[in-house]
């Protein structure tokens, strides 16, 4: 098991940024996939570029490493500009879902590729190989040949042949998704625990919300090749900026409803107090809240008149996601939408939940966040 140091992981210091990348573009033909980027990168910080599908985020790690050359745009690496630069004149060391190792090559051999071709010597290449090996926790592996490895002991292989080289950044293109769940969650703290050891600059790409979540210091959301919002995971999925960011992070309820004032909006016949917003009175709006901020309180004595955002609705299902239960909530008061809470085991026995029955619920307004249809925003 990997040990976490005491290194931080990002660069709190005022210093320049390791990575600046500035106006990027990116065009296939008439196709954009990246429009006009622009990000600083700190030393020794984990990044994630998170989206779905074809929003860019492959292109731009791309054209980070020089596999994909931008149209437009510069990269600033250490102060060096190499935006013109091929990937062996660049820095970096970079793991690939398919792990990429060669299968005619033993893993000591695999490890020692870039090692190899730095003309180093048979002892520093031995010694380094046998460091890289204790480090990703595959000791006694090296006369071993991939097709004898699991999937996961393939991945750290690749990640000990990115390292070898002590690459000032180190690139994953979506590294955990060919493994299974349980050996997938297990290499996310190992790899996040071995980037904080070493302290060198990541960025990895993932779709992966969890992923992202979990592993990097801040994330970078992307969709349809812009960047939506760059934040710290709790920063990102509590604060959302933009309704595309709230759906695609986590569980969130979106309903429709319109603007009341700027503080207050109105969901079927309810008043609801929101956060501020900048939305004129009596136009559409997009209601959001998540489902575990939907709290259960004591009873509602007139469920015609909510205070404080509190009122009643009935349980029209129930569903059992093992740690919690998810609770579909429909009344008149809604209209024809219908919300999900998320309450605990314990919460949902000493309620006794039960399909059918009334509960109350307050929906918290500091929660509960009020978007523009028409923009997104």
């Not at 292989?157 to 293109?173: K, Q, Y």
């Not at 759906?247 to 503080?263: C, K, L, P, R, Y």
């Not at 009344?331 to 029955?357: C, E, F, P, Y």
Request: hydrophobic residues 40%; proline residues 6%.
């Amino acid at each position: 098991m990997m040990t976490v140091s005491n290194l931080s992981s990002a660069n709190t210091s005022n210093s320049p940024p390791y990575l600046r990348i500035s106006r990027l573009t990116k065009k296939f033909g008439e196709f954009v996939a990246l429009n006009d980027i622009s990000l600083d990168v700190s030393q020794g910080e984990f990044v994630c570029f998170l989206g779905p599908s074809g929003c860019g985020k492959t292109t731009f790690l791309r054209a980070i490493a020089g596999l994909d050359i931008q149209t437009s745009g510069t990269v600033h690496q250490a102060d060096r500009d190499i935006s013109a630069l091929p990937p062996s004149e660049r820095d970096f060391g970079i793991v690939f879902q398919s792990y990429a190792l060669f299968p005619n090559l033993t893993v000591e051999a695999n490890v020692a590729f870039g090692l190899e071709n730095q003309k180093k010597s048979r002892i520093e290449i031995k010694k380094r190989v046998n460091e890289l090996l204790e480090l990703v926790g595959l000791p006694e592996q090296e006369k071993k040949y991939p097709s004898q490895l699991s999937g996961g002991q393939q991945q750290r292989i690749a990640l000990a042949r990115a390292l070898a080289t002590s690459p000032g950044l180190l690139l994953l293109d979506e590294p955990l998704s060919a493994l299974d769940a349980k050996v997938r969650t297990y290499l996310r703290r190992e790899v996040k625990a071995l980037q904080r050891k070493l302290g060198v600059t990541t960025i990895m790409v993932t779709h992966d919300q969890e992923e992202a979540l979990t592993m990097a210091d801040r994330i970078v959301v992307m969709n349809a090749g812009t960047i939506d919002q760059v934040g710290t995971p709790m920063g990102i999925y509590r604060e959302p900026e933009s309704l595309f960011v709230a759906d695609f992070i986590g569980t969130m309820n979106h309903v429709d409803g319109q603007a009341v004032s700027a503080e207050s909006v109105r969901l079927g016949s309810l008043t609801l107090a929101c956060r501020r917003h900048d939305i004129p009175p009596g136009k559409p709006a997009v209601l959001a809240i998540r489902p575990e901020d939907i709290l259960p309180v004591d009873d509602v004595a007139d469920a015609g008149t909510p205070t404080d955002n509190r009122f009643k609705a009935t349980v029209r299902e129930m569903e059992f996601l093992g740690s919690f239960w998810r609770i579909h909530l429909v009344d008149k008061q809604l209209g024809d939408s219908h919300l999900i809470a998320d309450l605990s085991v314990n919460a949902a026995l000493r309620m006794d939940t039960a399909v059918g029955q009334k509960m109350a619920i307050k929906l918290p307004p500091d929660r509960l966040y009020v978007f523009n249809p028409s923009t997104g925003r």
